[in-house]
């Protein structure tokens, strides 16, 4: 256990559908990213947030967004689902005083129908 | 815009054999961090090796090591002694500075290691 806890692990929905993707960094832990893999791809990194604030944005559709709540922990809404959404999205976490790495979740695995 | 590459998509090494994966990357900066992920089949990403770019030593971990080639612009990952348990994807990453703790990924590089 990684101590970064992404639910649900699995998710499998239609397109044109609204979907919510949860991350819990690592206790501490006061920045949260999420990445996007699709199929034998690299990580795409999609966005960061630091104590609730959003810090840096990299190519993240307009049908994306996410926020960093009170208690750290992070939420990535995807809408209007399409076909090539299809991916394994990751959640890391790190701590300001620790830039050596993050940790990462376990990822949830999106399948768009 | 900063980039990593990995130019070797798929390599084969036979068991105990030692196995070099290249990565350069780009960065204006001076100091930064560079790492290699491994991610398995069951898709965890996993931290390798890290190293600071402002060290000259070379990064190891038990039988990871880095060649860091700074000038270059060349972050190598060396794998002795390999064994089945480390066949996986492999990613080089960098940050672009060491004030910047948003990683990039390049697109990897498949190992399979052979009985």
């Known amino acids: 256990d990684s101590g970064v806890t992404q639910t649900p692990k699995h998710l499998i929905t239609a397109t044109g559908q609204r979907v919510t993707l949860r991350c819990s960094p690592r206790?501490?832990?006061?920045?949260v990213y999420w990445y996007q893999q699709s199929l034998d791809q690299g990580l795409q990194f999609l966005i960061q947030?630091?104590?609730?604030?959003?810090?840096a944005k990299g190519n993240i559709l307009e049908r994306f967004s996410a926020q960093q709540f009170p208690d750290l922990h992070s939420e990535l809404n995807l809408s209007s689902l399409e076909l090539g959404d299809s991916a394994l999205y990751f959640c890391?976490?790190?701590?300001?005083?620790?830039?050596?790495?993050?940790?990462f979740g376990s990822g949830t695995r999106l399948t768009v129908v | 815009a900063q980039t990593v590459t990995q130019s070797q998509p798929e390599m084969s090494v036979q068991e105990a054999e030692t196995v070099t994966l290249s990565c350069t990357y780009d960065?204006?900066?001076?100091?930064?961090?560079l790492f290699w992920y491994k991610q398995p089949p069951s898709r965890q990403m996993i931290l390798v090796i890290r190293?600071?770019?402002?060290?000259?030593q070379n990064a190891t971990e038990n039988r990871f090591s880095v060649n860091f080639q700074k000038a270059a612009k060349s972050f190598s990952l060396k794998i002795s002694d390999s064994q089945l348990g480390d066949t996986a994807m492999y990613f080089c990453?960098?940050?672009?500075?060491?004030?910047?703790?948003?990683?990039?990924f390049g697109k990897g590089t498949r190992l399979h290691i052979l009985p």
């Open positions: 890391a976490s790190s701590s300001r005083t620790d830039s050596l790495g993050y940790t």
């Open positions: 206790s501490g832990d006061l920045s």
């Open positions: 947030y630091y104590n609730g604030e959003e810090r």
């Open positions: 960065t204006s900066e001076n100091n930064y961090y």
């Open positions: 190293q600071e770019a402002y060290k000259q």
């Open positions: 990453a960098s940050t672009e500075s060491y004030r910047d703790d948003k990683i990039i």
